[in-house]
């Protein structure tokens, strides 16, 4: 199988390195680790970060954790371009579900319909059925879920995402499925593949400082106003894709996913 996993963890911490070498060893897959980027150790915001913009946008800055987790996907696209072929980028807090490995075999069999393969629930929302291959859903969500503990990703792509997050201001899971932005094709499965968050997020999560300070009146509509642009770009994108899945789907025959993935 011409595929690398690399799985994103911080040094030191063996409980979860643990758990990651005991699922991956013996699949007969590369793998490793990339040390995680342990924001809190950064003294100052990186080059990339464009604090004035996140404040525009949100009202508050990206927390440590965030910015940590974020240059730490920017690793592992790095390294998915430098090896020139389809990686897996899993967090270390996700468990392989029974159907792995024949599912795996299943989406790569398509590669050439996606860039970016999610392999976990974010919170599916308004799914859409692409089609059906040996018995796995193909699916493509139309308003864009949450989390990026687990997909497939093309260096063509890996490269595009590095590009556009030379400077980032959003969580990087909001910018993976910023489609808007960088136009990448993202599919995902039902049923997925892996369960994502296995650890209670309040006492083993590895971004533990993620919280929104509460906002006056008057921040909450200036956010709103400078927001506007980026709406209205989502917005455009998602009546074109709509329109493009509907055409697809109507030559097969698919409709809207009733009830969304399962595990």
Not at 50 to 63: A, E, L, P, T, V
Not at 113 to 126: P, Q, T
Not at 226 to 243: D, E, F, K, N, Y
């Amino acid at each position: 199988m011409n595929l690398s996993i690399l799985v994103i963890s911080l040094l030191g911490d063996d409980v979860r390195r643990a758990h990651m070498s005991k699922q991956l060893d013996g699949l007969g897959v590369k793998w490793e680790f990339v040390d995680g980027v342990v924001g809190k150790n950064l003294t100052k915001y990186p080059a990339e970060y464009q604090s004035q913009k996140r404040i525009n946008h949100y009202c508050f800055d990206m927390s440590a954790g965030e910015i940590g987790c974020f240059l730490s996907h920017r690793k592992v696209w790095q390294e998915c371009v430098r090896r020139n072929e389809i990686c897996m980028v899993l967090e270390d807090d996700v468990e392989l579900l029974p159907h792995f490995m024949q599912n795996l075999q299943t989406v790569l069999s398509i590669q050439n319909e996606w860039d970016i393969f999610r392999l976990h629930s974010g919170g599916y929302r308004a799914p859409v059925l692409r089609e059906v291959v040996n018995s796995l859903q193909i699916l493509e969500n139309l308003i864009d879920p949450g989390s990026a503990a687990a997909f497939l990703i093309k260096p063509e792509a890996a490269l595009k995402l590095l590009e556009f997050s030379s400077k980032f201001y959003m969580a990087v899971d909001d910018f993976i499925e910023s489609r808007w932005l960088h136009n990448l094709c993202i599919l995902a499965s039902d049923p997925y593949l892996i369960k994502a968050g296995i650890w209670d997020a309040t006492s083993y999560s590895t971004i533990n400082d993620r919280s929104s300070p509460k906002l006056s009146i008057s921040q909450k509509i200036v956010r709103e106003l400078v927001r506007i642009p980026t709406g209205l770009h989502r917005w455009r994108w998602r009546r074109q894709r709509a329109a493009f899945i509907a055409r697809l789907n109507k030559s097969k025959g698919n409709t809207v996913h009733p009830n969304g993935p399962t595990v």
